[in-house]
């Protein structure tokens, strides 16, 4: 009787010994890795490799004298390779494509101009080099390049923080040109050095939360234009643009701008419908905004609505794209903030181009260069900085209606920007009692695109903490900018994902203060709910983070110490290679017990083990 009660207690002690025991091994294969390369290490590997592979392609080409310079000119220039296979059956596609993203880039680039806080000339010369360049330098075939929504808000939510568009717009457009510089030199580097990696900082599920944030962010600039306001908040957070909204409501203003807006805008969305539901007409949904620009520009125009409170585009300033190298002032004190902008908008924009010309490079059944094509678009930024351009990249809703129209090669790309170049140079008069409310109805319509509700949906199926990303990546968009994307809180257990690719001295502290305001706050509310569950472990998710700096290791120190006077807990879950070997080296990881975990469930199931025992 004695041995058959206590054996089977053994034998579950014995159980619980293994499963301990493999949770230290696995923990054990995080601590002692082994040291990773230096930061110099790995650029002089990076380089070696870049300079080898050059060297190869260099005396291959040695090897064949007579062909040494065209075989030269195909590596960087791709339109001499697919060129020689070019017939006449795939120029007139490519023309029928050509113009007809060209009649919707012509209203969408005056509107991007506007949204980037720019005159609406910038959005036109923007169509016209850019796309030239990548045409004779890509490798996407399909791809429409130009300016986009997304790095429009970005570069105007950045730079207006430097020099106010409003009181000093020479000096904000000449800070624009410099970023466009930043953003190509970046580009091209990451191209160059194969650092296409860097663009991976941003997970997927946080790029279509933030994608989609940013639409409504956009849309809700919008207002402004739809309503005719003229007194705006040049801030993007939600709160702030409602709050606008609201005020101007309560002034003055003319309903003419709204009903000339939203009637077109109804038109773009019907055609749209129209567009999807029968593919034949899908030329229909591509041409309706130039339509709508033409039609409402000879309303206003017969109609002199503008004499009754109507705004409208006015001057337009035509011709070729005017040089300025002499624009770019390295001399600016604002100039280290504007490299800071140019390397977040050069991997925002690489993210969205890359991502457009994989999706279509899949569908046609062709591999795509990400190095090739981080240096083209590199190039064309470069370029497009010298002549009156900002930061151009792929376009989503230009690409697919590229696709659509039957395109065959980027010659497509080179027929929009002659058809661009020939209306700046004749017909840039006839936009100036263009209604305002049209741009932003022509925004505003391009923006459902960007929403992707299935994707979201796909991601909530997929994978609930990516999802999680997801939703504090668009929230973060809509009502802040903020370091740290998620936070779950579970019953004894706060989880935080840290959505910084850094810890280092800019954000450090504010990442610090901000857990221990969550755990501050958490515990307040369990008081007040009289809930039994404290918390008791916070586990900081670091899969997002990679390197950390000593103001980061001293702020996770302090934060340690400000937990455990309150008999809380700190753990590390998925740390990278270079984190956890200098978290290691400072002694951080002795001073919280050895507590760090391969991954956040782990994590979870050593804790409640703990609490068992």
Not at 220 to 246: P, R, Y
Not at 584 to 595: A, D, E, L, P, T
Request: proline share 4%; net charge positive; charged share 15%.
């Amino acid at each position: 009787m004695t041995s058959s009660t206590v054996e089977p207690c053994k034998s579950e002690d014995f159980q619980v010994d293994i499963e301990k025991n493999q949770q230290d091994v696995r923990s054990q294969w995080v601590l002692n890795a082994p040291e990773p390369p230096s930061p110099w290490h790995v650029t002089i590997d990076s380089v070696k490799k870049t300079v080898s592979n050059y060297r190869e392609k260099v005396s291959s080409l040695c090897d064949q004298p007579c062909s040494t310079l065209f075989s030269a000119l195909q590596v960087v220039f791709p339109i001499l390779v697919w060129g020689r296979n070019y017939t006449a059956a795939k120029f007139r596609k490519d023309v029928l494509a050509g113009l007809t993203i060209a009649s919707l880039c012509i209203p969408q680039s005056i509107g991007y101009a506007t949204l980037a806080n720019l005159a609406p000339q910038y959005g036109l010369y923007t169509s016209v080099v850019p796309p030239l360049i990548y045409a004779v330098m890509g490798t996407s075939r399909e791809i429409a390049i130009g300016p986009v929504a997304v790095v429009s808000l970005l570069l105007s939510s950045m730079v207006q923080k430097l020099i106010d568009p409003s009181t000093d717009p020479i000096g904000y457009t000449k800070l624009i040109f410099l970023t466009t510089l930043f953003a190509g030199i970046f580009q091209t580097a990451f191209g160059l050095f194969r650092l296409g990696f860097l663009v991976d900082f941003l997970s997927h599920a946080a790029i279509v939360g933030f994608v989609a944030g940013a639409a409504i962010v956009i849309g809700l600039q919008q207002l402004k234009g739809l309503f005719g306001i003229t007194h705006f908040t040049t801030k993007t957070d939600i709160i702030s643009v409602m709050k606008a909204v609201w005020e101007a409501f309560h002034n003055p203003w003319n309903p003419h701008n709204f009903f000339l807006g939203a009637s077109f805008l109804v038109f773009i969305l019907t055609t749209r419908f129209v567009g999807k539901r029968k593919k034949k007409l899908f030329w229909l949904a591509s041409i309706s905004p130039l339509v709508s620009v033409i039609l409402s520009t000879l309303v206003v125009f017969l109609t002199r609505a503008d004499k009754n409170g109507v705004k409208i585009v006015k001057h337009v300033k035509g011709g070729l794209n005017p040089i300025s190298i002499n624009q770019l002032d390295f001399n600016s004190p604002h100039v280290v903030d504007v490299a800071k902008i140019g390397l977040i908008v050069a991997v925002v924009a690489l993210t969205e181009s890359v991502a457009v010309g994989r999706s279509f490079a899949s569908i046609k059944g062709y591999q795509l260069d990400g190095n090739k094509e981080m240096m083209s678009i590199g190039f064309t930024n470069i370029i497009g900085s010298l002549t009156s351009c900002y930061v151009a990249t792929g376009s989503f809703s230009r690409t697919a209606v590229n696709y659509a129209a039957g395109c065959e090669s980027l010659i497509s790309n080179i027929v929009m920007a002659i058809t661009v170049m020939i209306s700046l140079q004749f017909l840039t008069n006839l936009l100036y009692y263009t209604p305002i409310a049209i741009i932003a109805s022509v925004i505003i319509s391009a923006l459902p695109g960007l929403i992707d509700i299935t994707e979201a949906y796909k991601i909530w199926k997929v994978d609930k903490l990516d999802f999680l990303a997801c939703i504090g990546a668009f929230f973060g968009v809509l009502f802040a900018s903020v370091e740290i994307g998620l936070l779950v809180a579970v019953p004894g257990v706060m989880i935080i994902r840290m959505k910084s690719a850094l810890l280092c001295f800019a954000n450090a502290n504010f990442v610090k203060e901000r857990i221990i305001k969550w755990v501050t706050q958490e515990e307040s509310e369990d008081d007040k709910g009289n809930s039994k569950s404290s918390i008791q472990l916070v586990i900081l998710d670091t899969a997002n983070l990679v390197n950390i700096d000593t103001s980061g290791i001293a702020s996770l120190e302090e934060l340690y110490k400000c937990l455990s006077s309150h008999g809380k807990q700190l753990a590390i879950a998925n740390p990278r290679w270079q984190v956890i070997h200098k978290l290691k080296v400072s002694n951080f990881i002795n001073k919280i017990g050895g507590r760090v975990y391969l991954t956040v469930e782990e994590a979870v199931v050593a804790n409640n083990k703990s609490n068992q025992f």
